[in-house]
């Protein structure tokens, strides 16, 4: 037995550890947190001063005892859980769960899983630091009180079923109120004035002029002073700039980057950063800081000299603005420099790639520029036209990396380079347009936007962000929309060879993909908690809370003082609430049903968006029909929501089957019997007919005919979300595109089947045929026990090859779905 104990949170990291110690240490994974608040009830004794009640869930009892068994035997107990508060909340778990005694527990962090960094760690022990315990203690109480409070108050007063949560009720908020501006906007048009010269040696040029136009008229009367005019050179200004490099990633620039850059959504940038941390080949992921130690700064320098020469190196420190900075000491880097493009999976190369450059061009050279602005006079008026152009003189930073930025950062791009002129130089105007532009209303928040905008409020911390965006999107409230956009005419006049043209031209307004757009269930859930919870959603009430939480982390503020002040007032608001207030539904009165005067609101109901005829308080029971999802009870209009009640349409009926088109959660269908058929993009169930349908129909019969068999049994083909595939004997196999999938051989076909079929039979651990029940291999390492329907996942700390099958069914039986009995009622004598 070794002398030597080492826990680690993730089994991942512990592989990783393992190579740098000796065989004195034998190192283990606690797999995250062993012990938490328990699901089914708050957990947290009000009356005792806050105090939570932590338990070890029953999945997690047999790693404790292992791990408690490895404990007592070891002489020394090394807890090395990450740095940050979580890391530190799961060492203190560990301490007590297992019984540890202080004598031989020490405590080490590291912010990198590299040799001297775990050597450096092992040399300099401490303490667990409970400060940092009791900062998280205070979050996770804190987020307990207001999620199992808020929720049963939402469920009585909206729809049963929600929840609610500190920060992510203040993110759907944002979100919300961005889409409310965006409903309220009125776009305003003016006219903008462009206009391409040639110079004395014939090089065209762009230029515009500083100012718009509100109406057609007053551009038409600029556009008429020019007829004629002789225009030139009234002013050359050349200037030298600088542009400096951004400074190393902390978690909210990593995620907002890997938006721009790599379209990685939040979650996914953090679990692939997470490997990348746990292989050892970044620092740690969840950090504030933008600081970089001297031998990160040195091993850039010399990567920076060896790959480009000494002129493009500048050491730089960085400060960072972020108040109370709790994570890690240092920003996200390569753990070494010199490894640009170690071999990785696919997502992790682009990721590495990312950090790397960013940090090696943050102790590079600034750019050095010429900036030139030319002004261009008319004999004829006084205003000026005006033209930049940008050149680069030393490229710099610029040869690695430039940062991204967000649409609504984007400032008005340079024209590039300008041909070369002097003050008082003849110019020949080719054309001038006046173009009809509108104001554009704000910009939906994409994941990186939104991440940018809670850091500048303060709310949440960088290890929250992942987590909040995820769950907002899970519970409904928040989606990402996807518009196609719609047209929108405007008008251009052109003034060229004296004559003055006017065209209409078309352009496409609102196109917008994967921004988050505000459900109507959200919206009813915000305004809700807006007007009843108003500290609770105050964007400055919610960062507070976050400093409370770096004081606490400090020693300068007590845990529970911080419990008690927030719950004297929400407690009672809380009663009040559930015990007052109306219920909340969003109802929007649209008009009256003109076939019977009734009234037609669209409102929430229990099963979604819907709109309805008549009210609760008629005789008449109210009629019903839900929202197409791509409605919303905020828009929809009257006439919108009367032909909801048409659907599903009556089509006729065909080879003895009836047809009818309806809307379903992907779109518009025509069902035939027991077949749904998708309608082509653009295509409305309102609109087809039955002769469309009958074309339809002939397509899927086509498409769906055998193609060719294999042992006995069809092949057919088809398209799906994952794209083409064959399916043979219930079996789904994709078709890349090394094949030609119109014209597939039987020798094709016969290929894809065989390593379809041998790659489930690698999937396969163990099977017990005659019970039905296998296990397989899934993603990430993980197994899974497989019976029909009923699919469990195995814990990673059990050996999926030995499990008996004994073990195998009572994991199933677990997971098995309990069968509701009605108690039997005697009959009344």
Request: hydrophobic content about 35%; charged content about 30%.
């Amino acid at each position: 037995m070794p002398k030597n104990l080492v826990i680690v949170e993730s089994p991942a990291k512990a592989k990783t550890i393992e190579k740098f110690l000796g065989k004195d240490f034998q190192v283990e994974s606690s797999f995250g947190h062993i012990a938490d608040l328990p699901s089914k009830e708050l957990g947290v004794d009000v009356e005792n001063n806050f105090e939570p009640k932590y338990i070890v869930d029953k999945d997690k009892k047999p790693l404790v005892k292992k791990l408690k068994d490895l404990a007592n035997k070891a002489e020394t107990i090394w807890l090395a859980s990450d740095e940050d508060r979580e890391g530190e909340a799961i060492s203190w778990h560990l301490a007590e769960e297992l019984g540890l005694n202080n004598k031989n527990t020490k405590r080490i962090v590291f912010n990198s899983i590299t040799k001297s960094a775990i050597q450096k760690a092992i040399e300099n022990p401490r303490d667990i630091n409970y400060n940092l315990v009791n900062a998280q203690q205070a979050r996770r109480v804190l987020d307990r009180l207001v999620g199992y409070q808020l929720s049963p108050v939402l469920w009585k007063k909206i729809k049963p079923g929600l929840s609610a949560g500190r920060v992510q009720s203040v993110a759907v908020r944002l979100i919300v109120e961005r889409e409310r501006e965006i409903e309220a906007f009125d776009p305003e048009a003016s006219y903008r004035i462009r206009a391409e010269f040639k110079t004395i040696k014939g090089e065209a040029f762009s230029a515009k002029l500083n100012k718009t136009f509100p109406t057609k008229e007053k551009a038409e009367d600029f556009l008429q002073s020019n007829i004629g005019a002789d225009f030139s050179i009234a002013n050359l200004d050349k200037k030298p700039a600088k542009k400096s490099p951004a400074a190393p990633f902390t978690t909210s620039t990593l995620q907002q980057e890997a938006s721009r850059k790599l379209y990685f959504n939040v979650s996914r940038t953090m679990q692939v950063a997470q490997r990348l941390y746990e292989a050892g080949l970044i620092t740690y992921m969840r950090t504030d800081s933008v600081n970089l130690s001297n031998e990160a700064i040195n091993a850039a320098k010399e990567a920076i000299v060896s790959n480009y020469g000494e002129k493009y190196s500048k050491v730089r420190n960085y400060t960072g603005k972020s108040k109370g900075a709790q994570e890690a000491h240092e920003a996200i880097r390569p753990t070494n420099m010199a490894m640009q493009s170690p071999n990785l999976e696919r997502d992790q190369a682009k990721l590495y790639e990312l950090i790397w450059k960013r940090t090696l061009a943050s102790q590079m050279s600034d750019a050095e520029l010429e900036r030139t602005n030319v002004k261009i006079q008319a004999s004829s008026h006084k205003e000026l036209f005006s033209a930049n152009g940008e050149m680069i003189k030393f490229d710099g930073f610029l040869k690695v990396y430039l940062e991204g930025v967000d649409e609504e950062d984007r400032a008005e791009e340079q024209d590039g380079l300008l041909p070369e002129m002097k003050v008082g130089d003849a110019l020949t105007n080719s054309f001038i347009t006046a173009t009809e532009r509108f104001t554009r209303p704000p910009y939906r928040y994409t994941e990186a936007s939104l991440v940018k905008k809670l850091e500048e409020l303060g709310i949440g911390r960088p290890s929250t962000y992942a987590p909040t965006i995820s769950t907002i999107q899970n519970r409904g409230y928040v989606e990402k929309g996807s518009s196609e956009g719609t047209e929108r005419k405007y008008l251009q006049l052109e003034l060229k060879s004296g004559s003055i043209n006017s065209t209409t031209l078309t352009e496409t307004v609102g196109s917008e993909k994967g921004k988050l757009v505000a459900t109507d269930i959200g919206m009813v859930v915000n305004d809700f908690l807006v007007e009843h919870f108003t500290n609770i959603l105050d964007y400055n009430f919610t960062a507070k809370v976050e400093e409370d939480f770096d004081e606490i982390a400090t020693g300068d503020e007590d845990w529970q003082k911080v419990m008690k002040e927030f719950y004297k007032d929400f407690h009672p608001t809380v009663k009040d609430v559930e015990e007052n207030a109306e219920r909340a539904s969003g109802e929007r009165v649209l008009g009256m049903d003109p076939k019977t005067g009734r009234q037609v609101s669209a409102r929430l109901g229990r099963f979604g968006p819907m709109v309805q005829i008549g009210t609760s308080e008629e005789e008449e029971k109210p009629q019903f029909a839900s929202l197409l999802p791509e409605q919303s009870i905020n828009t929809i209009t009257f006439e919108e929501a009367m032909a909801l009640f048409e659907l599903p349409r009556k089509l006729g009926v065909y080879e003895g089957e009836e047809v009818e088109a309806n809307v379903g959660r992907y779109g518009p269908y025509v069902r035939f019997g027991k077949k749904f058929i998708s309608l082509a993009k653009g295509e409305s169930a309102f609109d087809v007919d039955m002769d469309r349908a009958i074309e339809l129909i002939k397509e899927k019969q086509k498409a769906d005919a055998p193609i060719a068999a294999y042992e006995g049994k069809d092949v057919t083909k088809g398209v799906g979300r994952f794209g083409p595939f064959l399916k043979w004997d219930g079996m789904f196999i994709n078709v890349n595109k090394k094949y030609d999938f119109d014209n597939l051989s039987q020798a094709d076909i016969e290929e894809l089947i065989e390593a379809k079929k041998k790659k489930e039979a690698e999937k396969v651990v163990q099977e017990w045929a005659d019970e039905g029940i296998r296990i397989e291999k899934a993603r990430w390492g993980r197994h899974n026990i497989i019976q029909g329907k009923i699919k469990v996942e195995i814990s990673k700390d059990v050996d999926a090859v030995t499990l008996s099958l004994d073990e195998a069914k009572a994991l199933l039986e677990q997971k098995a779905p309990k069968r509701k009995t009605r108690k039997k009622t005697k009959a009344k004598k």
